[in-house]
Structures are given as C-alpha cells and as structure tokens.
C-alpha cells in the first residue's frame, strides 16, 4: 500500500498526515497545561517547568538525532517510511498515558505531588521521542517528493487543509468532547478517553499519508555527511538559522495563544470551555477559503516578502484580541480577521526549510532534509519550552488564581504581560527574516543550478 497513490490523489493523501501532525500538536499546545493546572491542580510552576524540560531540553538531544539516524538509514521501504510506519502505533499508546494521570481523585489534595510531577515528565518525555521520529520522518518527504514551488504550494495547501481539520478536531470538537466526557465518564476517564480517540485519529491520518508517500533511491544512495561535518554545516548556515528563528517565532505565539485561550475565554470574556469552538471556528473558515489568494500571493512575490506581510498582520489582530476583546462576541469578529492574515502564515511558512534544503544540495551534494528537519523541529519545539516560561510568567507576575474570579487588577496584568509576548515575538521575527538571504530570486537560482546538477547525474 505505500506509495500506491500517484499524482493528485498522491498528493492529497500524503498531505492528510499532518491531520495528525495538528491534532497533537494543538492537543498538547491548548489543553496539556490547562489540564495539570485547572483540574489536577498541579503546581504551576511543577507545570511549566515539566513543559520546559520535555519540549526543551529534551529536544536539544531527540529532534537532531532523529534527523541524523533518519539521513543514515538504509531499509527496502527507504529512509523515511520505516518511522512513519512502525513508530505510529506507539504515538498513539502514549499520547493516550499523558491524558491518563496515576490520581484518584481531581482535584488534588496537594499541588506538590512529586509522583504526579514524574508521571508527567517521563510519559510526555517518552512520547516526545517516538513522536519526533515520526514527524521527522514525514516531514521530510515533503520536499524530497515535491521539488518545484508550485508543487509546492499545491502540496502546502493539502496539507495544511488537512491541518486545519486536525485543529477544527483538536481545537474546536475536542472541547466538547472533554466537556461530555468528563460528565459522563469522570474527570479522569474523561480526559483520558479523549486522549485514546483523538491518539487513534491522528495515528490513522499518519497511515493513511503513506498510500502517497515515495522515496528516491538516488538520494539515500547516495548518502550524507559524517556527523560532525553534518551538524557543523547545518549550524553555521546563515539561510538555515534565519530561517529556524522565523519559525520559532511563529510556533511560540501560536503556541502561547492556544495556552491562553482557555484562560482567556474563562476570565476574561466570560466564556465556558465550550465557547472556544465559537471563537476558533472563524479562524479555520477563513484559512481555508483564503489559501489560494496566498498561494497566488506566494508565487508572485516569494516566500519571503509574502511571509513577512501576513505574520506581521496577524500579530497586530492578535493584540486586538489580547488588549481590547472584552466578549465571545467581539472575541469571533476578531478571529475572522486573524484566520485571513494567519492563513498566508500557515501556508507559506513550511516552504522555508525547503528552500535551505535545496541551497544545501547545491553546496554539498547531498538532500539532508533529516537533519535540517531535525534541527528545525528540534528550534521549533523550543516554542512550547518557551510557552512554559510564559505562562509562569503571565500567571505569577499577574497575581493569577485558579478557581476563582480574577480582580480587575490581574486582568489588566495578564493582557499586558501577554501582548508584550506577542511583540517581542514579531520583533524577533522581523529581525530574523532582515539577515535571511533566500529572496525570491535567490530560491529561483538555486532552483536551476539543481536542475542542471540532476540532469548531469541523471536523476528525474
């Protein structure tokens, strides 16, 4: 069955992994602490520094290696597949044992359960592993199968469509199966429950990308660079590192803004948990439908420029809601506008590493979407590390407490600590995407001198 699917319908099906790839992550980004903190009541500051560690440190080692090891093997069903394929049934065992603490009871007697502490560390530790395997792996199909821009852009669309199911799942259903589930089956049944059907959801749509997934016997012949010299190169690429920092940028307000909804939504508008499907929902519509206006946007004035124009957008809609939403009614007008900036972000966003990808190629010789993938994945996951440390920050500077109704006082303190997160993210972002060299008409050079390289070598 892999690879059985071909052209469009190939396309299309390799693109509905990231169904899971969103699913999860949005999972983990929204509800992961919401849950530790509000309902176990864990101590948030046990919370955000397990996040830290298990989405930070924890990635300095998994993400590169991964990436490296991926590069490095030789399998009849490739060097990509093997992982997809094998490691998708443990992603869903653990994804399920994160939602399933060692308690009796919720709430927690005491917030200082060390126990408690240690179950969510190693089990989100050990999930983070099989799961970067396997998304590293997927990943870096992309720009091995798909080489030319408006394939990928295409592509980019499937996927990120498919992105958007796995958020309307994650984001929008996933509320109100936790809210059923809980009244029906107990808080802790509940959510772990929601954590075996969402788990199995993505596990399937990670399956079901290998009917469209190939690998070119050509590049894994070919090989890759010894360790040192792999990581050296990818390290002092200034197209990489620019680029790896763009997108850290991205993931980390995203990442903070699906942590704070929930708070947000509770405290601030006045809201049930259930009302984030209402605030999310313009988000997702307006995505989809603006997609092709970004791809046509992409195509005419590069990746670069069109990144820069929607992001920045995005971040000035973001602080409307932070500083001035008021009500889940203002909150929707909002978040129409963020969907339309923010579709152009999702969609342009993942043709960065690509383009780094092919000026390596011309460089060394050799496709290492493994490790620069890795690597990108291993900055990436930084967001969430630094997520942790916002939201300690948000919550003790603030004066926040679970439970309760905030003081006015804490509200004000709670949107200015969060706005200027999001500004010191677009500032770093914009200062990143100065000093990255790939413009439109650079990714056009490299793109015929690789052309030129493959015919030489007789590659298709």
Known sequence: MIGRLKGRAGKIAYGTGNLGQALIYHMIGTFLIYFYINEVRLDPALVGVGFSVAYGVWNAINDPIAGYISDRTRTRWGRR????????????????????????????????????????????????????????????????????????????????????????????????????????????????????????????????SLLGSREKREFSVAGTLPMVSAFRTTLTNRSFITAALCILMISWSWSLLAAISPFFVEYFLGGTIADITFISAPILLMAIIFYPFWRKIGIKYGTKKTLIASYTIATAVVLMFVLV????????????????????????????????????????????????????????????????????????????????????????????????????????????????????????????????????????
Not at 395 to 414: C, E, Y
């Open 81 to 208: 597949i093997p992982y997809v394929l094998f490691g998708t049934p443990l992603v869903v065992i653990f994804f399920t044992l994160i939602w399933l603490p060692p308690v009796k009871d919720i709430p927690q007697s005491s917030q200082h359960d060390i126990g408690l502490f240690l179950h969510f560390l190693i089990t989100v530790g050990v999930f983070e592993l099989i799961y970067t395997f396997v998304t590293v792996g997927w990943n870096s199909l992309f720009p091995e199968m798909f080489q030319d821009l408006k394939d990928r852009l295409e592509v980019s669309i499937y996927r990120q469509v498919t992105a958007m199911i796995g958020l309307i799942i994650g984001f929008v259903i996933a509320p109100q199966i936790i809210y059923h589930f809980t009244r029906e089956f107990g808080a802790i049944n509940g959510w772990a429950l929601t954590g075996l059907l969402l788990g199995c959801i993505a596990g399937g749509s990670f399956t079901m």
């Open 325 to 460: 939403a008021d009500s889940v009614l203002e909150a929707i007008a909002v978040m129409i506008f963020y969907g339309i900036a923010n579709s152009g972000v999702n969609l342009v966003r993942e043709i960065l590493i690509p383009d780094v990808i092919d000026e390596d190629e011309v460089k060394t010789g050799f496709r290492r979407e493994g490790v620069y993938l890795g690597m990108a994945a291993f900055i990436d996951r930084f967001a969430l590390g630094l997520t942790g440390i916002s939201t300690i920050t948000i919550f003790s500077w603030s004066g926040f407490a679970p439970g309760t109704a905030q003081p006015p006082l804490v509200i004000l303190h709670m949107r200015i600590l969060t706005a200027t997160i999001f500004i010191i993210a677009l500032a770093c972002f914009l200062t990143a995407m100065k000093f990255y060299p790939l413009s439109a008409e650079k990714v056009n050079e490299v793109r015929s001198i690789l052309e030129k390289l493959r015919r030489e070598r007789g590659i298709a």
